[in-house]
């Protein structure tokens, strides 16, 4: 399995009751330059812990790019979400993502491991 840990910076932030919706950018590894945007819903009646949807693309060096779909869960403390997020690449890859985002500071920081 192979490993990339990488950071990006949050560009957009919208918040309402129900949801939190950003945009992350930055460059991770082999997949060049990301935009990556998650979609966060609380469950169970809690607001500090819940699932994830999401759509990231990629802008690969060669001019080509590569899409995928996000989905996970997330846990909340202080201004920090943990998102855990399996991504499904429209090259064929999978990969597990483990994801701190601090939407006061907006730093991203992840570690990503490619599972097939």
Do not use: C
Not at 13 to 23: A, P
Request: net charge negative; charged share 25%.
């Amino acid at each position: 399995m192979t490993e990339i840990r990488a950071t990006g910076k949050v560009t957009t932030i919208d918040m309402s009751r129900e949801r939190i919706r950003y945009t992350v950018e930055g460059t991770v590894g082999k997949y060049g330059y990301v935009h990556f945007t998650h979609q966060l819903e609380p469950t169970h009646g809690k607001r500090d812990q819940g699932s994830m949807q999401g759509y990231g693309r990629t802008y690969l060096e060669d001019g080509r790019s590569v899409e995928g779909d996000l989905q996970g869960v997330w846990r909340r403390t202080g201004s920090v979400y943990k998102v855990y997020s399996l991504d499904d690449g429209s090259n064929g890859d999978i990969n597990f993502v483990d994801i701190d985002v601090d939407l006061v500071s907006k730093e991203v920081s992840l570690s990503l491991t490619h599972l097939a």
